[in-house]
């Protein structure tokens, strides 16, 4: 059973326009979400996070909102540019899961086109 | 810093075979995590350590993988006998005791 689900396998969107990537995850006792971005050959890299107690955070062209009620997040990118053409994954962690664990669950991922 | 080293960064082996993968993390991150990337089942966690001890194995598919860390700086991951559904991308990350995790370049794993 996906605990994390990204529902959109893809998104295209024109350069300069916003990308909205979207996360729905099942299990109430996390706390804690980030964004991976990941190229092609290469691992994921960390891009933002949130806690649970704030309902959204930004980084420059990133962020990202937060609903627990609907047990919801999602990636804002604007403006999107061509670099950001890449495979986007939502993670999640329990904090209370154990001493420090800081153990992911991973979605799918969403693969960002962004057209010139 | 190089960050997370991986080696080999391409296998290919025949079923049956035994796989070792290696993993160097980033000095001084006291977690360390094996993945696998499949297309049907994503990014899935096999193991991680901390402080060079394995906290959760849940993750390994069965007792044909397995997973050391003999010092803060070396890990490995092996599978004997290999299988054709082994055939996947394994990535090793690292960590400082947040929820950040630095990911390597992975290993494309094909077992024929």
């Known amino acids: 059973d996906q605990q994390v689900k990204q529902n959109s396998p893809s998104l295209s969107v024109q350069e300069g326009r916003i990308s909205i990537l979207n996360c729905d995850y099942t299990?109430?006792?996390?706390?804690?979400f980030l964004w991976y971005k990941k190229y092609p050959a290469e691992g994921p890299t960390f891009l933002i996070s949130?806690?649970?107690?704030?309902d959204k955070n930004e980084d420059g062209r990133f962020t990202v909102f937060l609903n627990k009620s609907a047990k919801h997040l999602s990636l804002h990118i604007v403006p999107s540019q061509p670099g950001d053409s890449a495979v986007y994954f939502c993670?999640?962690?329990?904090?209370?899961?154990?001493?420090?664990?800081?153990?992911?669950?991973f979605g799918k991922g969403t693969k960002l086109s962004v057209i010139p | 810093d190089a960050g997370v080293i991986q080696s080999p960064r391409h296998e290919v082996t025949e079923m049956g075979q035994e796989v070792t993968l290696r993993c160097k993390p980033i000095?001084?991150?006291?977690?360390l995590f094996w993945y696998r990337q499949t297309m049907m089942r994503g990014l899935e966690l096999l193991i991680y350590?901390?402080?060079?001890?394995?906290?959760?194995d849940s993750g390994m598919p069965e007792d044909r993988f397995s997973a050391k860390m003999p010092n803060a700086s070396f890990s490995t991951l092996k599978i004997q006998p290999s299988e054709p559904r082994d055939s996947a991308v394994y990535f090793c990350?690292?960590?400082?005791?947040?929820?950040?995790?630095?990911f390597g370049p992975g290993t494309r794993l094909l077992v024929l």
């Open positions: 949130i806690s649970s107690i704030k």
């Open positions: 000095s001084g991150h006291d977690y």
């Open positions: 990350a690292s960590g400082s005791g947040m929820w950040t995790q630095y």
């Open positions: 993670a999640a962690s329990d904090s209370y899961s154990g001493a420090g664990s800081y153990q992911l669950t």
């Open positions: 350590f901390n402080n060079n001890v394995p906290i959760d």
């Open positions: 299990n109430s006792m996390f706390d804690y």
